[in-house]
């Protein structure tokens, strides 16, 4: 500051003058609060401040000496004036913070309100492979879970004594007019599958549909079984389908579902109301083909069942198989979740542990 | 199935190692399980011979044996049952390696005497897990002869899946076929050629077919004088590597065939045969059998029965009888190798609970033209191993022949299915590896072997050949699809907002079985006529606590709560949205709908650090509902007072959508939370949800909501106690009052500063007009109507004086 330089200049040699200026400085350098620069601010500044008093004491000085001490008490009040301000400016800024500060919060302390409740694991996994295929241009229908025996089984190609039947135990309910047609005989559905005939029956192609739901066997429950479970079926009929189309969708489907870097193989079996069919498998996600004890030692895990629709399925819903092909999957929604979060117990998903069903996210 | 890797090369030849076959298997459509590997490691073990047998000085429990060992005689110390001089057995010389045993065989002293080597069971030698016996080697061997070279150690065997279209699979021979086909190699059937050296078969025994519908053919072979020995080890070692036990030659013969041809078939002790006849027939209401299990069954008249002129000798397709079993003491042997009806013998097992080997090949169909062929295998089989003779001739009898059937298969429908063109030759040459009869270029005749029921039409072939040049050679590629509607619908979108609502709100889904226990219902006191009485029983459950498929939720929550009240989660917030199923009401038709069930109990959020605990109570129940179906767009959503038997009286409330009940809410009876082993304050509330696929599509139509401030005047009045505040608040809605934008109670007071018998409600009014600001005059005129108009109604007083409202009140 060259004020100061000045006034330094000025008083050099000068004891009443260097003291003048020193006591002004200390007093504002003082300050602490906005009280004392105020009061600070009266004396040096005031009517019968310092600086006042240097201009009432010139008159008593000799002419040639004036001047300079008219400086000196010019220069001593924009020098004080502006230190002061930036005192006041300091002090102001330390209250303000000081203020601020006691404001604070501790952020790590909990959020206030409860917390969301969360869809059950297996109808976010629905959800998810529900998704996948609407954006492949499907729609979603549901079926009955109380089924006639002519759906579930005789329209999927599975005539009352096909050995198919006996891999699979039904539920059926009693009633008390005798059935006379094994056709009519009521049933908890084993599978999704019926769900094709029924669309089928009444609506003409292109049929591209997806149809999540219940299905029923008559398992004794533990780990891997389960009287109730869940599937995920799906099919498309329509002019020129072919089993290539079916390689090619489900094939999406898996990388979408399990991660684009995994593997699809189709590996050749058996449904009464596919013909070709397929089981398909996706890579081990423990080891990737290499064989461990998740996948016991194959090196792929198996998802889901598919093939191309039997052509006796659709000489049941009126449908030409020359004019129309089409292809039909189905999925263990269960086994799915259990492959893709490590469960290793089944009926963890009834047993509704909430403490369970929260760790899930979407 | 099991299968070993050994025995398939006598019929087909492959380099492969068993984890390469067994993937090309899989990937044809044999699914292969497990692979075993089989290697057990053996050095220093030669065939020897038992020429003499002394007893043992020191204990009778153990035998000194003398046996040749091709060079010399040796003493050995051995106590198994079946020792006898002459017989050919396995010997680890002193200083013999097996696996499963630490170190080298020494000579030992057993009980003073000194044993010159070790004879060896089954057991170790890795063949059965008989481990009470010394192995008896038969056939063609000399004493001396390394055991490897009469055993092979080292197999692999893969455990198959088979589906239920491939009876053909259930055989060696059939999975061999498969090989051939995928690595395009020859394959080589065993063989079936002798001599006759016995009497005429006619002169042994005759066959009666009566029910031809159940046995189409019938073949029957003789063989007289048998020698019943142990089968060679090479034959046990195959039958029990794949599952079986060996029991004798003749027994071993005929599983080694049903193992290898997948023919089942019988041998019977021609001796126990009454009246020298064999008749197919069913039985007869109270007839009995004891089958070879030990086990006597009762037959009913739908079982098909092999039968003497005085009993039952066999289940056919199932299993043996005891009474004609070949034993020791058989002399001569009838072969029985028949094709029975497959849908007969399924019913049978299904009926009777058993499956055998023979009956899960029979119930999947065998193969019609292959008994004549497996009889014979058979008696070549038991002349070579047990020095039978041959009768001569067989006895067939085939009333409903095989016909073979033609089948159009069009080149160019193939690439239509597969989508990929597959060059004819290739086509042809798989058919023809699988054993069909080709015929034509591009479009060919096709006929398929006997063994292959299951290739019937076009279709089937196509997949054949698919399977065999490799479903992943098929190219990926997307349907057409496009310009179809597609998407969820909007009941679909209104049923999962709804639920995510819930969800937002805090509360967890739960899904539960969908069975139910009827007393459940009586538990919840649910009064006889009522609609959740109309269970639909099941004929089969598994249990009593699935007799049924539910008419309600609640059940299943109230139990999914007891889970976690017992783990020491008291807090729950649940809901489930499943089907419900009643009898529709006279008829037996089923009728199912989708509900929701919502449970609270505990408090409302958990302990925190800056808010205070609060139990849920109805108003909670009631408040989710609401905001759940507001969101959804649900307009007269209503609670009434309602009496459910299994809530509190005067906490339970119908919920009603227009004039429609859907439901109910409310606290459960502290008894009926008791029955379930639950405590504290409960509320459920279960509505049916099938109505939303009733809701009209409606597209909101925007309100506008005003840019001028309105007035807001609180009121406070009294009323009668047992007046609804529902009411009074409807009662200010419909009053006509102008420009009355808002109505919201804040307050409900009862005690000491009013009245006996009265309760203050305090309403905050706003009034607002979307084209000026109205002034608060306008809005007090307003005021004094709705005052009038409670007054009328309910009598109401107002309290106090409402701000601003002056005299004129
Ligand atoms: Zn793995």
Redesign the interface.
């Known amino acids: 500051m060259k004020e100061i330089e000045r006034l330094k200049d000025i008083s050099k040699g000068r004891d009443d003058l260097e003291q003048l200026l020193n006591n002004t400085l200390d007093i504002i350098k003082a300050c602490e609060d906005l009280e004392s620069v105020t009061k600070a601010r009266i004396s040096i500044l005031g009517k019968k401040g310092t600086v006042a008093g240097i201009f009432k004491k010139i008159p008593e000085f000799p002419y040639k000496d004036r001047p300079l001490l008219g400086e000196f008490g010019n220069l001593l009040k924009k020098v004080a004036e502006q230190e002061l301000d930036s005192k006041e400016k300091q002090i102001r800024a330390a209250i303000r913070e000081k203020k601020l500060a006691g404001l604070a919060i501790d952020v790590t302390?909990?959020g206030?309100?409860?917390?969301?409740?969360?869809?059950?694991i297996?109808?976010m996994t629905i959800?998810e492979i529900?998704s996948i295929f609407?954006s492949?241009?499907?729609?979603?229908i549901?079926g009955?879970?109380?089924e006639l025996d002519y759906y579930n089984f005789e329209a999927l190609n599975t005539p009352t004594?096909?050995?198919?039947r006996?891999?699979q135990d039904t539920?059926?309910?009693?009633?008390?007019?005798p059935v006379k047609d094994s056709r009519d005989d009521?049933l908890?559905r084993t599978h999704t599958s019926p769900v094709q005939v029924r669309v089928m029956e009444s609506t003409k192609p292109?049929?591209?549909v997806i149809s999540p739901g219940?299905a029923?066997r008559?398992d004794?429950?533990d780990a891997t079984h389960s009287?109730?479970f869940h599937q995920v079926e799906g099919f498309?009929v329509?002019?020129?389908?072919?089993?290539?189309?079916l390689?090619?969708?489900l094939?999406?489907f898996a990388k979408k579902l399990f991660g684009e870097e995994k593997s699809v193989?189709?590996?050749?079996?058996?449904f009464p109301f596919t013909?070709?069919?397929?089981?398909v498998d996706v890579s081990c996600f423990a080891c990737d083909t290499a064989g461990c004890s998740l996948c016991?030692?194959v090196g792929w895990l198996e998802i889901m069942g598919c093939g191309?629709i039997?052509?006796n399925v659709f000489s049941y819903v009126g449908y030409d198989p020359e004019e129309y092909?089409g292809f039909a999957f189905g999925m263990g929604v269960e086994r799915i979740a259990m492959m893709k979060h490590g469960i290793d117990d089944m009926r963890l998903?009834?047993?509704?542990?909430?403490?369970f069903?929260?760790q899930f996210h979407v | 199935m099991k299968v070993s890797i050994e025995w398939l090369r006598d019929y087909v030849n492959f380099d492969l190692e068993p984890k390469k076959i067994a993937e090309i298997l899989?990937?044809?459509?044999t699914?292969v399980e497990?692979i075993i590997e089989q290697n057990v490691g053996v050095s220093g073990v030669v065939v020897a011979r038992v020429v003499h047998l002394f007893p043992h000085p020191n204990t009778s429990n153990l035998k000194v044996a003398k046996v040749d060992d091709g060079e010399r005689l040796r003493e050995i110390v051995c106590g198994a049952p079946n020792l006898r001089e002459g017989m050919l057995t396995a010997l680890a010389l002193p200083g013999a390696r097996i696996q499963g045993f630490g170190s080298p065989i020494e000579c030992a002293s057993i009980r003073g005497v000194k044993s010159d080597g070790m004879l060896l069971s089954p057991s170790e030698l890795g063949l059965s897990e008989d481990a009470s016996t010394i192995a008896e080697i038969a056939g063609k061997v000399s004493p001396g002869e390394r055991i490897e070279n009469v055993v092979p150690f080292k197999d692999a065997i893969l455990e198959l899946e088979i589906?239920?279209?491939?009876p053909d699979c259930m055989a060696i021979v059939g999975i061999a076929r498969e090989i051939s086909a995928l690595l395009d190699v020859d394959l080589k059937m065993p063989v079936a050629t002798f001599e006759e050296t016995g009497p005429d078969i006619n002169n042994l025994i005759a066959i009666e077919i009566q029910d031809k519908q159940g046995c189409p053919r019938y073949t029957a072979r003789a063989v007289t004088d048998v020698r019943i020995l142990p089968s060679p080890l090479w034959m046990q070692r195959r039958i029990s590597a794949c599952g079986l036990r060996p029991i004798n030659n003749v027994v071993d013969i005929t599983n080694y065939i049903l193992l290898e041809l997948g023919q089942p078939l019988h041998a019977f002790d021609l001796q126990l045969i009454s009246g020298r006849k064999i008749i197919v027939r069913k039985a007869r209401y109270g007839e009995t059998i004891t089958t070879l299990d030990g086990i006597e069954r009762q037959l009913d008249s739908q079982t098909l029965l092999i039968a003497d002129i005085e009993k039952p000798i066999a289940m056919a397709g199932v299993m043996g009888g005891e009474n004609t079993e070949v034993t020791a003491a058989t002399r001569n042997v009838v072969i029985e190798s028949a094709h029975f009806d497959?849908?007969s013998i399924?019913?049978t097992s299904?009926r009777l609970g058993i499956r055998t080997e023979a009956s899960s090949r029979f119930?999947?169909g065998t193969d019609p033209e292959g008994t004549a062929y497996a009889a014979r295998r058979a008696a070549s089989l038991m002349k070579q191993l047990a020095q039978g003779d041959i009768a001569k001739g067989e006895i067939d009898i085939y009333s409903r022949p095989w016909q073979e059937r033609e089948i159009k298969l069009r080149g160019k429908k193939i690439s239509?299915?597969?989508?990929?063109d597959i060059p004819a030759e290739k086509t042809r040459r798989v058919l023809e590896r699988l054993g069909a009869r080709v015929e034509g270029n591009d479009d060919l005749m096709v006929a398929a072997p006997s063994y292959r029921g299951d290739l019937e039409?076009e279709?089937?072939l196509?997949?054949e050949i698919?399977?065999i040049y490799g479903?992943?050679k098929?190219?990926?590629?997307?349907?057409?699809?496009?310009g179809?509607?597609?998407?969820?619908?909007r009941t679909?979108i209104l049923t999962?907002t709804l639920?995510?609502t819930?969800?937002?709100?805090?509360?967890?889904?739960?899904?539960?079985?969908?069975?139910m226990r009827v007393s459940d219902l009586d538990i919840m006191r649910v009064p006889p006529e009522h609609v959740l009485r109309r269970i639909?029983?099941?004929?089969?459950?598994?249990s009593e606590a699935?007799e049924a498929?539910r008419t309600t939720l609640l059940p299943g929550i109230l139990r999914?709560a007891q889970?976690?009240q017992s783990?020491g989660?008291r807090s729950?917030?649940?809901?489930e949205k499943?089907?419900v199923?009643y009898l529709d009401g006279e008829s037996?038709v089923?009728n199912?709908k989708d509900s929701l069930c919502i449970f609270l109990s505990g408090n409302?959020?958990?302990p925190?650090?800056?808010?205070e605990d609060r139990q849920c109570d109805f108003f909670d129940m009631k408040g989710l509902i609401e905001n759940s179906f507001e969101f959804i767009g649900v307009r007269d959503l209503r609670f009434e007072k309602g009496s459910f038997p299994w809530l509190l009286e005067g906490r339970s409330a119908s919920v009603l959508v227009g004039s429609r009940e859907i439901g109910y809410a409310g606290q459960i009876l502290p008894e009926i939370g008791e029955s379930f082993d639950l405590d504290g304050e409960i509320y459920v509330a279960e509505m049916l949800i099938d109505w939303l696929a009733d809701m009209p599509g409606e597209t909101v139509q925007y309100r506008d909501v005003g840019r001028f401030p309105g007035v807001k005047l609180d009121i406070a009045i009294l009323i009668d106690k047992s007046i609804e505040a529902g009411r009074v608040l409807s009662a200010i809605l419909d009053s006509g009052a102008k420009h009355l934008r808002n109505v919201r109670l804040f307050d409900v007071y009862e005690g000491e500063r009013i009245p006996e018998g009265k309760k203050s409600l305090a309403f905050s009014l706003e009034f607002a007009s979307v084209r000026r600001t109205l002034t608060e005059d306008e809005a007090f005129l307003e005021v004094k109507k709705i005052i009038r108009v409670l007054q009328e109604k309910f009598g109401a007083v107002l309290r106090g004086k409402t701000p601003g409202a002056g005299e004129n009140l």
């Open positions: 302390l909990p206030r309100g409860k917390p969301l409740g969360r869809r059950h297996l109808n959800r529900v609407l492949l241009g499907y729609r979603v549901h009955p879970e109380v004594y096909h050995p198919a006996s891999l539920f059926y309910f009693k009633r008390d007019d009521v908890l292109p049929l591209y219940k029923y008559r004794e429950i009287a109730v498309a329509d002019r020129g389908i072919t089993m290539g189309d390689k090619g969708t094939e999406v193989r189709f590996r050749p079996h058996f013909e070709p069919s397929a089981e016991k030692g191309m039997d052509p092909q998903f009834y047993e509704n542990d909430v403490r069903l929260r | 899989s990937m044809s459509g699914s497990r589906t239920p279209n491939r497959a849908t399924f019913l299904k119930e999947r239509v299915v597969l989508g990929i039409r279709i089937d196509i997949e698919a399977r479903y992943d098929i190219e990926d590629t997307l349907p057409p699809g496009g179809i509607a597609s998407g969820i619908t679909q999962e639920l995510d819930l969800v937002a709100q805090g509360l967890t889904e739960v899904i539960t079985y969908s069975f639909p029983v099941l004929l089969n459950p598994l699935g498929v999914v889970i976690n783990r989660i729950l917030a649940l809901f499943g089907r199923f037996s089923i199912e409302v959020a958990p925190s650090w800056i808010e």
